[in-house]
């Protein structure tokens, strides 16, 4: 596995698409939170998803997700996955984006990078925890996010 990047810009400026599911039923939403590591000697990948989301349900129904970096002429399409759910709309159909089942999981025939991640642990952000400022400014109307830390098992690159 080798993967080379400027961690600090790879989620916060380029996004990836988080997907859980299998060809039968999955989801996918945008997100520009995220980190890469090593937890308990194994490498990790950690993502953070609010329980309000519907792709929430297949993070929590499956054991494993997948975090899919796309070139830059994609971006306007992560736009949309991340303002639009999955709930209201045909994810698939409307971004143009193929699908392709993948080790277990869905990665994306466009995606320059896939990382393919089994679940290893899932916490609550719990609000007592998080600094007062934080709270008021993404807590305080809106859902909580769960953190989802997932065993690097494989990583795609085209
Ligand atoms: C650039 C960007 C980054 C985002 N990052 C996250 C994130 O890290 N965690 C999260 O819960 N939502 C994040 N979102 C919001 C979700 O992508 C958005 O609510 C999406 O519509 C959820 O889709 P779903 O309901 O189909 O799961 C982000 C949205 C955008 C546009």
Redesign the pocket.
């Known amino acids: 596995m080798d993967f080379n990047t400027n961690i600090f810009e790879q989620?916060d400026k380029k996004?990836a698409l988080?997907t859980a599911g299998t060809e039968a039923a999955f989801?996918?939403?945008?997100?520009?939170?995220?980190s890469l590591g090593t937890l308990w000697s194994k490498p990790i990948a950690t993502?953070?998803?609010?329980t309000?989301?519907?792709?929430?349900e297949?993070m929590d129904r499956n054991d494993l997700f997948t975090i899919s970096f796309f070139p830059e002429k994609y971006k306007q399409i992560?736009?949309v996955?991340?303002?639009?759910?999955?709930?209201?709309?045909d994810?698939m159909k409307e971004s143009g984006l193929t699908s392709v089942p993948t080790s277990g999981s869905i990665s994306f025939e466009e995606a320059e990078v896939t990382i393919i991640c089994k679940k290893l642990f899932t916490q609550r952000l719990e609000v007592r925890g998080i600094p007062d400022d934080i709270v008021k400014s993404l807590y305080e109307d809106d859902a909580p996010?769960d953190m989802y830390i997932g065993e690097v098992v494989e990583i795609i690159r085209k």
């Open positions: 989620f996004w988080l989801n996918t939403m945008t997100i520009s939170w995220g993502v953070y998803v609010r309000s989301r519907y792709t929430h297949f992560l736009g996955l991340g303002s639009k759910s999955g709930r209201d709309m994810k996010h």
